[in-house]
């Protein structure tokens, strides 16, 4: 069973982190919230509070598959969090491994420079003269191991992309069906 961390702290932007999440263990993968402030609960930026009773500290990421940004103001925190910032670079740099960041989370990604030649989308409002690589607006762009998605509007396309890199395309096109995502 392939497995998805997906990163939370206040202020995470609650579509683009409960979209991927319900996808994904649609899809069949142990998706995990993981808590970067080491909490056991997480608002959003409008008001949603999970559980999440995964902290950071001691999560192991070499048995992950999948990394996971999501976009709010809660990006900045884990921005400021160094093992964030350093499981990011890891994450990128392995071709094993899938790095997926959405929104506000894209734009912490694109400013540790690892879209550096690469083709993303994060908000375009967060768009830093192409953080180095090729700016697409698209709901989603796929890039080697590097799945990235606009914003909310994104959000099920950045977690079909997900699925097709961590499953299979065969399991996206399913969930496509089974969620009406079109008609």
């Known amino acids: 069973?392939?497995?998805?961390?997906?990163?939370?702290?206040?202020g995470f932007?609650?579509?683009?982190?409960?979209?991927?999440?319900?996808?994904?263990?649609?899809?069949?993968?142990?998706?995990?919230?993981?808590?970067?402030?080491?909490?056991?609960?997480?608002t959003g930026?409008?008001?949603?509070?999970?559980?999440?009773?995964?902290?950071?500290?001691g999560f192991d990421f070499e048995t992950t598959d999948a990394l996971i940004i999501?976009?709010?103001?809660?990006?900045?925190i884990l921005g400021?969090?160094?093992?964030?910032?350093?499981?990011?670079?890891h994450f990128?740099?392995?071709?094993?491994?899938?790095?997926?960041?959405?929104?506000?989370?894209?734009a912490l990604v694109g400013s540790l420079g690892v879209y550096k030649g690469k083709n993303y989308v994060c908000v375009p409002e967060m768009n830093e003269d192409s953080?180095?690589?090729h700016f697409e607006k698209k709901h989603a762009v796929v890039d080697g191991n590097l799945v990235s998605g606009i914003s909310v509007g994104?959000?099920?396309?950045?977690?079909?992309?997900?699925?097709?890199?961590?499953?299979?395309k065969k399991t996206a096109d399913k969930l496509k069906k089974e969620t009406y995502y079109k008609i």
């Not at 979209?19 to 142990?30: T, Y």
């Not at 409008?46 to 559980?51: F, K, S, V």
């Open 1 to 10: 069973m392939k497995k998805a961390a997906i990163l939370v702290a206040d």
């Open 13 to 42: 932007e609650e579509i683009e982190t409960i979209v991927p999440f319900d996808l994904l263990k649609r899809a069949g993968v142990l998706a995990e919230l993981v808590n970067v402030e080491n909490k056991k609960e997480a």
């Open 45 to 57: 930026v409008n008001g949603l509070t999970i559980q999440t009773p995964i902290e950071l500290r």
């Open 70 to 76: 999501p976009g709010g103001p809660g990006a900045q």
């Open 80 to 89: 400021k969090t160094p093992l964030v910032e350093d499981e990011i670079q």
């Open 92 to 106: 990128a740099q392995n071709p094993e491994k899938i790095l997926g960041a959405i929104c506000a989370g894209s």
């Open 131 to 133: 953080f180095g690589g």
């Open 154 to 168: 994104g959000a099920f396309e950045f977690a079909f992309d997900l699925i097709e890199k961590l499953v299979d």
